[in-house]
Every structure is written in structure tokens, then in C-alpha cells.
């Protein structure tokens, strides 16, 4: 998991140094509260989520990961929901996963599509990284991880998913 955790975070650190931040403002803190909790409502977050089987995952998501397509509606908006659960540590099992996921949950990962021209450059994904309780995870500087995150860096969640189709990897994309 420590792998998982320096993985990001050297992501992060390296957005941060790139251009100006475009994320972790108080609206988008606000904004990702608001998205948790409609997840934890349709039960993909928090206490009684629902599973699936884990597949194997690697850096900088989590050893094993489960991923999760729907739909969610913030502020009238009716959008595209995609969350990842990132599990470890590294050598982490599905069946170590299943037998106990909170003990092994590390982050959910979030691409939630807003609505037209809050990114059009980036087909109008919001990006988040929570921890398993929900609060916002942070980049070194101490900025939450929603918003834009590492919009125009060399490196991040919008630099690394530009490059595949809808900016949406899913598991038959995966390569180890």
C-alpha cells in the first residue's frame, strides 16, 4: 500500500509543480461532499456497499481494485459515474479483499461527469480521491484531491486518462 500512496503522491507533487492549481478549491470540497454522499445512498461508498469480484489492478490505484458504472444526479444534474475502490497492500488477494474489504480499502477514486462547460477540454470529468471514510485525500501541499485534478500537468489523473478513449480505462485495458 505504501507503494500505492508514493505512487500518487509523487503524481500529485509533480501536477502541483506544473501550472496553477485547478482543483482542491472549497467549491470542489463541497461539490465531492455532495457526490459521496449520493454514492453512499446507492450503496457504492460507505457501510453497507455493495461488492463485486476484484480484479487485479497496479499503480497508482491499488493491487486489487473493484469498478463501479452508473449514473448519478448533483444539483439537477444527471451525469456519468464511475468509482474505482483501491485496495492493498500489493500482495493483497481477491479473496483477502472479499473476506474482509474495509481492512484492505486504501482510497475510492472518482470520475464524475458534470455538466457542459465545467471542462470541455476534458470532456467534463470531476476528479476525486477520497479516503475510505470519505474525507478528501490531499497532495503534499495540503490541497484536496477534486476538482481538476492536475489539469495541465505532465502528470495525474487528467494527464493519464486523456490518452484512452472517454477518458475511461476499465479492466480489459489493464497491462501488468
Given at each position: 500500500m505504501?507503494?500505492?500512496?508514493?505512487?500518487?503522491?509523487?503524481?500529485?507533487?509533480?501536477a502541483?509543480?506544473a501550472?496553477?492549481?485547478?482543483?482542491?478549491?472549497?467549491?470542489?470540497?463541497?461539490?465531492?461532499?455532495?457526490l459521496w454522499d449520493v454514492?453512499?445512498?446507492?450503496?457504492?461508498?460507505?457501510e453497507?456497499?455493495?461488492?463485486s469480484?476484484?480484479y487485479?489492478?497496479?499503480p497508482?490505484?491499488?493491487?486489487?481494485?473493484?469498478?463501479f458504472y452508473?449514473?448519478a444526479?448533483?444539483?439537477?444534474?444527471t451525469?456519468?459515474?464511475?468509482?474505482?475502490?483501491?485496495?492493498?497492500?500489493e500482495e493483497?488477494?481477491?479473496?483477502?479483499?472479499?473476506?474482509?474489504?474495509?481492512?484492505?480499502?486504501?482510497a475510492?477514486?472518482?470520475m464524475?461527469?458534470r455538466e457542459?462547460?465545467?471542462?470541455?477540454?476534458n470532456?467534463?470529468?470531476?476528479w476525486?480521491?477520497?479516503?475510505p471514510?470519505?474525507?478528501?485525500?490531499?497532495?503534499p501541499a495540503?490541497a484536496g484531491?477534486a476538482?481538476?485534478?492536475?489539469k495541465?500537468?505532465?502528470?495525474g489523473?487528467?494527464?493519464c486518462?486523456?490518452?484512452?478513449?472517454?477518458?475511461?480505462?476499465?479492466?480489459?485495458?489493464?497491462?501488468?
Amino acid at each position: 500500500m505504501r507503494t500505492l500512496v508514493s505512487a500518487m503522491a509523487g503524481l500529485v507533487a509533480t501536477a502541483g509543480v506544473a501550472g496553477a492549481q485547478e482543483f482542491g478549491t472549497e467549491a470542489d470540497a463541497a461539490y465531492a461532499a455532495l457526490l459521496w454522499d449520493v454514492m453512499e445512498a446507492s450503496q457504492l461508498v460507505g457501510e453497507n456497499t455493495i461488492m463485486s469480484t476484484p480484479y487485479e489492478g497496479g499503480p497508482p490505484h491499488g493491487a486489487m481494485l473493484e469498478t463501479f458504472y452508473s449514473k448519478a444526479t448533483i444539483d439537477g444534474h444527471t451525469g456519468d459515474l464511475v468509482v474505482k475502490r483501491n485496495y492493498g497492500p500489493e500482495e493483497v488477494t481477491a479473496e483477502e479483499v472479499l473476506a474482509d474489504p474495509s481492512k484492505h480499502l486504501g482510497a475510492v477514486t472518482v470520475m464524475f461527469r458534470r455538466e457542459a462547460g465545467y471542462d470541455a477540454d476534458n470532456q467534463n470529468w470531476f476528479w476525486v480521491k477520497y479516503l475510505p471514510d470519505g474525507t478528501l485525500d490531499k497532495n503534499p501541499a495540503g490541497a484536496g484531491l477534486a476538482g481538476r485534478v492536475a489539469k495541465g500537468a505532465e502528470m495525474g489523473c487528467i494527464a493519464c486518462h486523456s490518452g484512452v478513449d472517454d477518458y475511461i480505462f476499465t479492466a480489459d485495458h489493464i497491462t501488468n
